[in-house]
């Protein structure tokens, strides 16, 4: 697919019915890791810590249960391999490609670290949140450094600006809605003595919400450029749409409850708080149904502790068994349920 590394495998199942797509992603991250595994990077400066390797075995895992099913599968079931995760790319090349095309419903999972080994949380509604990134530039007037009141100062107005932004959460949207607007990078000046014509900084914007999602532009634009004014300069922002939120309907969380349930029980569920982080798994549900879990792999007892991005990030072994168990109940589920649908 021109995707380099990037893999779709497809089981057909011998009764017709619905295809289900599950999905892992494979990417690792530039960080050198400090672990003692024997499954460690073999390539030095990239490591699995985030936990793909996790997602990517269960895959693997499912894709070989499933396939000792296959007589019995109502439908078929494709398994995505996915790239690029972290760039927030590899999805929307996938569904470019048209791998959905023909899919009637997806689901995936995430591990995560402060979860037992185990435990599978069970969202309805927002867990992830969507993901935005913004580009603010301030323009002034420059000149010396020890004359300023000759001066228009984008460095003052940015300070300015950092922090009215702030004021976006109960000033412009209600506090009961979760809203993030964090600034990462600031750059302007070329000496300490000069101040500059420019300054330019980089953001992210996170939100749950589609109506304030698709309001976020304006209000920022508003906010930025009335303050820099005050200040005697002016604002620009520049906003780009990267990733819906990761939204679990009602009729796919109760197929998921109840994949959880016929293998591990009730007690293996749990709600988890939903997150500003991001997912563009979300990507292959805005057009089809889908559901996405998050994995216990956490155990204190064995020190596995470390978050994700970490160095020494680890995830328990145990959780590849579940994760693999899960996705494949939850693709027979629903082609059970919907085995007439379609093929």
Request: aromatic fraction near 6%; hydrophobic fraction near 40%.
């Amino acid at each position: 697919m021109g995707m380099e590394t990037g893999v779709v495998g497809l089981l057909r199942g011998k009764h017709s019915g619905p295809t289900v797509a599950l999905r892992g992603d494979i990417d690792a991250l530039p960080i050198v890791e400090e672990t003692d595994l024997d499954y460690k990077s073999k390539i030095d400066g990239l490591m699995h810590a985030c936990g793909h390797d996790v997602h990517t075995t269960c895959l693997a895992g499912a894709a070989m249960i499933l396939s000792e099913l296959k007589d019995q599968l109502h439908g078929n079931i494709k398994f995505i391999f996915q790239i690029a995760e972290e760039k927030n790319a590899g999805a929307k090349m996938l569904v470019k490609a048209g791998v959905m095309d023909d899919v009637d419903a997806i689901f995936g999972l995430h591990n995560h670290p402060d979860v037992p080994v185990g435990k599978v949380g069970v969202k309805l509604g927002g867990l992830m949140a969507a993901v935005d990134t913004i580009w603010i530039d301030i323009y002034g007037k420059g000149g010396h450094g020890g004359i300023p009141q000759r001066t228009i100062d984008p460095i003052v107005a940015t300070s300015a600006v950092i922090q009215g932004v702030q004021s976006i959460v109960s000033r412009n949207i209600s506090p009961m809605d979760c809203v993030v607007v964090s600034i990462g990078t600031i750059n302007g000046g070329t000496a300490n003595n000069v101040i500059s014509e420019h300054v330019n900084m980089s953001g992210t914007v996170r939100t749950f919400d589609k109506e304030i999602r698709k309001n976020m532009p304006e209000i920022l634009s508003k906010k930025v450029e009335g303050i820099a004014k005050g200040y005697g300069a002016t604002g620009k922002v520049t906003y780009r749409y990267d990733l819906p939120a990761v939204i679990n309907g009602k009729e796919m969380y109760d197929l998921a409850c109840e994949a959880v349930k016929q293998i591990y029980g009730q007690g293996a569920i749990f709600d988890p708080v939903p997150t500003t982080g991001g997912e563009d798994f979300s990507i292959f549900t805005e057009n089809k149904p889908g559901f996405f879990y998050w994995l216990g792999v956490g155990n204190k007892e064995k020190g596995y502790v470390n978050q994700w991005h970490n160095p020494r990030f680890v995830a328990d072994t145990d959780s590849l068994l579940v994760g693999s168990n899960v996705l494949a109940q939850s693709a027979i589920n629903f082609m059970l349920k919907n085995e007439s649908s379609k093929i």
